[in-house]
């Protein structure tokens, strides 16, 4: 069984060469392949030296936890099983994340929120590992198709929320999200969304490196709380219990650990800048006063959105948000300059994302800020759309 | 460490929201300027040798003797209070102390306060605690009392605390010894 005893130092268990994550992501040479995200999902993972993953491989979703379990097959993953139900995974994975491995998961929709209790509690207990969520929508009606509403749920569970665009983002987030996640002042879970369908099941180009290197293993004693580990002192069969017998210091305690939390979310900007290349990422014109702000798949549609205004001589850029928590708030400021319009295209009812927008921009940014065009349980979100919102705010009443 | 004070509603301050992170590799931090690591191994002999009951809370990863590093380190950090004129106290462990900690003798992450209060203790250097203990207890130093904290970290260092100096192995520590002896010698104390 693969396993941390079977690695040496320079090969895991798999026989992967051990590299960087700057030359995994940045230096080793690539090629292109055409995948599904659930099938880039598993590439990614396959060069991570995972520990465990555990799953709860419901259909439709994705394909992605079955994946994961053909890479365990596959002797690349360390350990694999499946959970009862949702909660029940989401509390297995803190298990094994207390334990010392590096450990992954996927779900989406009403798994989510069945397993909510656990994300805040991951975040409570430093845990790093990593949430693959495929954004579905939420129950009732049933959809299977793109739709991210869940995402707000998790805005505040202490939790960084990176969103990908494309494969590509899903594969190279997906890798670094690890790293992140891991850096001792950082130190808390990452979820990193993509858009179900869209993404999971659509095949796109990709470039991916060479399979025969991997990440460096994960090192659980750089953590900031001691492993599961009863021969190392302070030897722990458990996490400590923290606010438990003493009534009289546990709201000190309980403040200044959520404080901490979201403190080591914060501490999580200058990787990210660095292994994202930046936590936002900015298409079109310098000059532009129009602006999209988006994450996920209403970027691209955005940008096609100004290529198509582009044509009708109406200047746009797109300003894409890579992680969500931390939220950019400083580069977004900085990318809205000069803008006297920003929409934010979305793909569920509530408009999450222009609720951040505009939390973060008020009172510091004088353009009108239009929360659209909106689409949810499935619905594609055409350029067309995006267009016909712009063209009703420049141009009332005249249409595209 | 951002500015003294409440942040927001909460009276537990985080110097994160005060746009005040760790510092870089090679670098580290006197409140909330990035400084060189020699320029706060000063400042932090300075306020440890002319702070009223100047205390070193040495952490699990020191006390006890589960690697060479911790063995040589704690060696070390007998030699760093004798230099400072520092008094001891260990933090043995982290879990909350019921129905009441001995003051005195003993802090805890959950109520570092009560110790510091105790001991009139004015600057006070957290060594080997694991880095979210020490968070915690420097958020609630900083709300609750007037004592300089210093964390000196084996890894990425502490926002939180006054002065924080990271990366902090063995041959640091040697290298810090021989910088506080150098300010004692010229404070003449």
């Given at each position: 069984?693969?396993?941390?005893?079977?690695?040496?130092?320079?090969?895991?268990?798999?026989?992967?060469?051990?590299?960087?994550?700057?030359?995994?992501?940045?230096?080793?040479?690539?090629?292109?392949?055409?995948?599904?995200?659930?099938?880039?999902?598993?590439?990614?993972?396959?060069?991570?030296?995972?520990?465990?993953?555990?799953?709860?491989?419901?259909?439709?979703?994705?394909?992605?936890?079955?994946?994961?379990?053909?890479?365990?097959?596959?002797?690349?993953?360390?350990?694999?099983?499946?959970?009862?139900?949702?909660?029940?995974?989401?509390?297995?994975?803190?298990?094994?994340?207390?334990?010392?491995?590096?450990?992954?998961?996927?779900?989406?929709?009403?798994?989510?929120?069945?397993?909510?209790?656990?994300?805040?509690?991951?975040?409570?207990?430093?845990?790093?590992?990593?949430?693959?969520?495929?954004?579905?929508?939420?129950?009732?009606?049933?959809?299977?198709?793109?739709?991210?509403?869940?995402?707000?749920?998790?805005?505040?569970?202490?939790?960084?929320?990176?969103?990908?665009?494309?494969?590509?983002?899903?594969?190279?987030?997906?890798?670094?999200?690890?790293?992140?996640?891991?850096?001792?002042?950082?130190?808390?879970?990452?979820?990193?969304?993509?858009?179900?369908?869209?993404?999971?099941?659509?095949?796109?180009?990709?470039?991916?490196?060479?399979?025969?290197?991997?990440?460096?293993?994960?090192?659980?004693?750089?953590?900031?709380?001691?492993?599961?580990?009863?021969?190392?002192?302070?030897?722990?069969?458990l996490r400590d219990p923290f606010v438990m017998k003493s009534n009289y210091i546990s709201y000190a305690t309980h403040a200044s650990w959520q404080w901490e939390v979201r403190s080591a979310v914060e501490r999580s900007r200058p990787y990210a800048e660095h292994y994202l290349k930046g936590l936002i990422h900015i298409t079109g014109e310098d000059d532009a006063e129009i602006a999209f702000v988006t994450c996920g798949t209403a970027s691209n549609q955005a940008k096609e959105a100004h290529r198509e205004l582009m044509k009708l001589g109406i200047k746009t850029?797109?300003?894409?948000?890579?992680?969500?928590?931390?939220?950019?708030?400083?580069?977004?400021?900085?990318?809205?300059?000069?803008?006297?319009?920003?929409?934010?295209?979305?793909?569920?009812?509530?408009?999450?994302?222009?609720?951040?927008?505009?939390?973060?921009?008020?009172?510091?940014?004088?353009?009108?800020?239009?929360?659209?065009?909106?689409?949810?349980?499935?619905?594609?979100?055409?350029?067309?759309?995006?267009?016909?919102e712009v063209m009703e705010k420049i141009n009332p009443g005249k249409g595209a | 460490m951002a500015n003294q004070g409440p942040a927001y509603y909460s009276p537990y301050p985080a110097a994160t929201y005060e746009g005040v992170i760790t510092p870089p590799e090679g670098k580290a931090l006197l409140l909330e300027d990035v400084v060189d690591e020699e320029t706060a191994m000063r400042e932090i002999a300075k306020q440890m040798l002319t702070k009223e009951n100047a205390t070193i809370f040495p952490g699990p990863q020191v006390l006890y003797a589960w690697s060479?590093?911790?063995?040589?380190?704690?060696?070390?950090?007998?030699?760093?209070?004798?230099?400072?004129?520092?008094?001891?106290?260990?933090?043995?462990?982290?879990?909350?102390?019921?129905?009441?900690?001995?003051?005195?003798?003993?802090?805890?992450?959950?109520?570092?306060?009560?110790?510091?209060?105790?001991?009139?203790?004015?600057?006070?250097?957290?060594?080997?605690?694991?880095?979210?203990?020490?968070?915690?207890?420097?958020?609630?130093?900083?709300?609750?009392?007037?004592?300089?904290?210093?964390?000196?970290?084996?890894?990425?260092?502490?926002?939180?605390?006054?002065?924080?100096?990271?990366?902090?192995?063995?041959?640091?520590?040697?290298?810090?010894?021989?910088?506080?002896?150098?300010?004692?010698?010229?404070?003449?104390?």
């Open positions: 069984m693969s396993k941390r005893s079977d690695m040496t130092n320079t090969h895991n268990w798999s026989g992967q060469k051990l590299v960087s994550t700057d030359y995994l992501l940045f230096e080793a040479p690539r090629e292109k392949h055409f995948m599904t995200g659930s099938e880039v999902l598993k590439e990614a993972m396959k060069r991570c030296t995972v520990d465990a993953s555990v799953s709860y491989p419901i259909t439709p979703q994705s394909e992605a936890a079955h994946l994961i379990g053909e890479l365990w097959a596959e002797g690349y993953v360390g350990t694999y099983f499946r959970g009862e139900n949702e909660f029940g995974v989401m509390s297995e994975v803190a298990g094994c994340a207390m334990a010392g491995a590096r450990t992954v998961t996927t779900t989406s929709g009403p798994g989510t929120l069945r397993a909510m209790e656990n994300f805040a509690q991951w975040s409570g207990t430093r845990i790093p590992c990593q949430l693959i969520l495929m954004a579905r929508g939420i129950n009732s009606p049933l959809t299977i198709q793109p739709d991210n509403l869940e995402v707000s749920y998790m805005l505040e569970t202490g939790c960084m929320i990176w969103y990908a665009e494309n494969v590509q983002e899903l594969f190279d987030m997906s890798i670094a999200a690890f790293t992140v996640a891991e850096k001792p002042d950082v130190h808390v879970p990452i979820i990193t969304v993509v858009d179900g369908f869209f993404v999971s099941h659509t095949r796109e180009a990709v470039m991916l490196p060479a399979d025969d290197i991997a990440l460096e293993p994960y090192d659980p004693y750089k953590a900031p709380l001691p492993p599961i580990d009863s021969e190392t002192p302070p030897g722990r069969f850029k797109v300003i894409k948000l890579r992680t969500i928590r931390p939220f950019p708030a400083k580069e977004l400021l900085e990318a809205v300059q000069g803008i006297k319009h920003i929409f934010v295209p979305e793909f569920n009812v509530v408009g999450w994302l222009e609720k951040e927008v505009r939390k973060e921009l008020y009172n510091k940014c004088e353009a009108d800020i239009v929360g659209g065009p909106r689409v949810a349980g499935g619905m594609s979100m055409p350029a067309e759309a995006i267009i016909a | 060479d590093e911790a063995k040589r380190k704690a060696t070390l950090i007998k030699e760093m209070a004798e230099v400072l004129n520092a008094n001891m106290i260990p933090m043995y462990d982290y879990r909350p102390k019921y129905p009441k900690i001995d003051a005195e003798i003993e802090i805890n992450p959950n109520h570092p306060n009560l110790t510091i209060w105790e001991n009139k203790i004015k600057a006070a250097i957290f060594i080997g605690v694991h880095c979210h203990y020490a968070n915690v207890a420097l958020k609630i130093v900083r709300a609750e009392t007037d004592c300089y904290t210093i964390a000196m970290c084996a890894l990425s260092g502490h926002e939180d605390a006054m002065a924080t100096i990271r990366d902090q192995h063995a041959s640091d520590l040697e290298k810090f010894i021989k910088i506080a002896k150098e300010v004692k010698s010229e404070l003449g104390v």
